[in-house]
């Protein structure tokens, strides 16, 4: 027997592996496997290379666990190791110290399997006790027996094993003894071993026994892999079903794909995998970490943010490249530059696809864009050189259902979208029946409304007005039409400043009060024929709001109140007939208010005339009473005059009646409001 201390700098490796693991302690699983794959992979190349003339014979990886004695063995046909093997590859550990250590890797538990080699150690993480019994391939080899109980000191001795490999017996700590459950050490399985190279088996295959009334083995072995994934194979020899099958093999519940992607590529790096491009209405955040990256067949992680662009991380799929670690860090990942050179590669590969699926089938293209659009959007959003490529497949969709490319629909309406300045204006909706009325009033001025109706469509607009030339983008309900794309100077009302605030006041004070909106009227001339009141909402303040959904550092629109205008068309009837009879019943009413705040804003007039000249310290206290006191005079004045104007706006049917028209145009009347609506719509045509 041969005892020792493994060959470290500082008895205190197992604590720091136990420390630094343990919020990954269930890789060690993946560890044990990769090894037994890694070490029957290699038996298979010497076989091929001629240097071992032996039969192969059955070279599954076996995972077997025995609760009752705590232990969780790993078994393999390998090469095996011989007694200088054990000793050169497991009691040597390349480790410069614990205070090294932990300055170097304080922020990552992962690097240390992958920078120092302890794949095998990282079995101590779950285990008290460790044991390998092995028996090198090599001629004449006989078996022996290593073990460690969590400390420096180890023990080799003679072993009985008939055949070469391996079996790694760990003995599971108190602490750990969650993975002596069948069902979680299967899931385990199924996750990091899923497509590993060489076959894996987990017990066996059960079946139903109708004479136990229960679940039984069978003889045949529970193989929880797929030796040949979809990826490795050649994607000439695939069909359609084939890449759907798999698809569903990784995502059981989803619905189809729209299309894929078939990565291969041996430089300057290797690269294997298949991206999926889901069906993606709304929801981002659901659809994140879908791609699953392998090294060499072996899962590693779904967390691909630093090695695919953002937006990226929508698709579904696999990645699969040995150049990349099994186990990395986040800042890894963001500094290496293959990595970096990977990312690129992908970006341009998918736009690539994406092109070329536009130019071979434009009509099925069309068909899944609504399901498409979000993934762009995000990409041109976050990436930054991504429009450049993404302006070529890129489309807007209009309210008519008609597809168009940036350059086609730039065509199509500049000849008669042009502001008076030369702006060309898109004009768009985000709710087809919502904002019906107001496209409808763009189409009848001979102008194309786009539907943005997607979750990012509103803030790509803002880097579209940024790429387009002398171009933007505002919404069919922002203004009246002839606003919209103001194409000469609008006409001026006849109406007095006096009749224009009169009107104003007695559609204010009947608008609904609300904590987050806000009404703001002005009255304008806007011809006989065009309705008498309109709602509309500023389009720069609706798209901070909306952006702030999205977008950090934005929260301040978010809080800010929706703040609507209220447009009085003076050349209506209606509204006619309303300022006449304001005129009518009010005039000697409110003529000695108006007379008397005339009065009083000429004398505080003449006392700020007096007071402007003076330094602060030479106006008297005499002079500041003064102009406080005419000011509330003012004030008095002015809440007297909005209280004849509120009484006779409360009584009059037929503001209300145009004030609820236009909520209603926009789906703001609801509840109680509709209610009295209704009823005072049936008393108007009696």
């Given amino acids: 027997m041969q005892k020792g201390n493994i060959g470290v700098t500082t008895e205190n490796i197992f604590p720091v592996i136990k420390k630094f693991l343990y919020s990954d302690h269930e890789i060690f699983l993946r560890e044990m496997v990769s090894n037994a794959v890694d070490a029957t992979q290699k038996l298979k190349t010497l076989a091929s290379q001629g240097e071992y003339k032996e039969e192969l014979g059955d070279l599954t990886v076996r995972v077997n666990f025995d609760a009752d004695k705590g232990t969780i063995t790993i078994s393999d046909h390998g090469i095996g190791m011989t007694e200088e093997e054990i000793d050169k590859y497991i009691n040597q550990i390349a480790f410069s110290g614990v205070t090294d250590f932990l300055e170097k890797y304080k922020d990552t538990a992962n690097n240390i399997i992958g920078h120092f080699g302890l794949g095998f150690y990282s079995s101590f993480m779950v285990s008290k006790k460790v044991e390998i019994i092995t028996r090198s391939y090599k001629e004449g080899a006989k078996a022996v027996k290593w073990s460690c109980d969590g400390s420096p000191a180890y023990e080799i001795d003679d072993a009985e094993r008939a055949e070469h490999g391996s079996d790694i017996i760990l003995y599971i700590d108190d602490d750990s003894k969650e993975f002596l459950d069948k069902y979680k050490l299967e899931g385990l399985l199924q996750k990091y071993c899923k497509f590993m190279a060489v076959p894996v088996a987990f017990g066996k295959k059960q079946e139903w026994s109708k004479d136990e009334s229960k679940m039984v083995d069978t003889d045949e072995d529970n193989i929880i892999n797929n030796v040949e994934p979809l990826w490795t194979k050649t994607p000439s020899t695939l069909k359609d079903e084939d890449y759907k099958s798999f698809y569903r093999t990784l995502y059981p519940m989803s619905d189809e794909p729209l299309f894929w992607i078939h990565l291969n590529v041996d430089y300057p790096f290797n690269l294997t995998g298949i991206l999926y491009f889901p069906k ?407």
């Avoid at 659009?373 to 259902?401: C, H, P, Q, V, W």
């Avoid at 039409?481 to 204010?508: G, M, Q, T, Y």
């Avoid at 005499?622 to 004849?644: F, G, H, M, P």
């Fill in 280 to 686: 993606i209405k709304s929801n981002i955040e659901l659809q994140r970490n879908k791609i699953q990256l392998y090294c060499n067949q072996v899962f590693v992680t779904d967390q691909v943010e630093g090695i695919v662009p953002e937006f990226l991380t929508l698709l579904h799929g696999v990645i699969d490249s040995p150049d990349i670690p099994l186990n990395v860090s986040r800042s890894y990942l963001q500094s290496d530059r293959e990595v970096k050179k990977i990312s690129t590669y992908i970006t341009k590969k998918v736009a690539d696809r994406l092109k070329a699926i536009f130019n071979e089938d434009r009509k099925q293209y069309e068909e899944k864009w609504d399901d498409l659009k979000l993934f762009i959007n995000y990409g041109i959003l976050s990436e930054e050189n991504f429009y450049d490529r993404a302006k070529d497949f890129s489309l807007f969709k209009d309210t008519e259902g008609k597809y168009f490319t940036f350059d086609e629909y730039r065509k199509l309406i500049e000849a008669s979208q042009k502001d008076k300045d030369d702006t060309l204006v898109y004009l768009y909706a985000t709710d087809k029946e919502e904002q019906y009325s107001y496209i409808k009033g763009a189409q009848d001025k001979g102008y194309s409304v786009l539907l943005l109706d997607g979750q990012l469509d509103v803030p790509t607009i803002q880097t579209l007005e940024q790429k387009f030339e002398k171009s933007r983008f505002t919404r069919v309900d922002a203004d009246i039409i002839d606003r919209l794309i103001v194409k000469s100077d609008a006409p001026k009302s006849d109406l007095s400043d006096a009749e224009r605030d009169n009107l104003s006041a007695v559609f204010k004070s009947q608008m609904p009060k609300g904590e987050k909106t806000e009404y703001m009227v002005q009255v304008d001339a806007l011809g006989e024929d065009a309705r008498p009141v309109i709602i509309t909402q500023n389009e720069w303040m609706r798209r901070m709001k909306e952006m702030s959904r999205y977008q950090q550092g934005m929260g301040f629109y978010g809080q800010m109140p929706d703040s609507y205008n209220l447009v009085l068309n003076s050349d209506h009837r209606l509204v006619k007939d309303v300022l006449s009879t304001i005129n009518a019943q009010l005039s000697e009413q409110l003529k000695p208010i108006e007379g008397e705040i005339k009065g009083q804003e000429a004398r505080l007039a003449a006392l700020n005339q007096q007071t402007d000249k003076k330094k602060p310290e030479e106006i008297t206290q005499e002079e500041k009473d003064d102009k406080a006191n005419t000011q509330k005079a003012i004030d008095e004045q002015k809440q007297k005059k909005q209280s004849v104007l509120s009484g006779f706006a409360a009584k009059n049917d037929i503001v209300h009646q145009l004030i609820d028209l236009a909520l209603l145009q926009n789906g703001m009347l609801k509840g109680e409001a509709l209610d009295k609506f209704l009823k005072r719509s049936v008393d108007l045509i009696k």
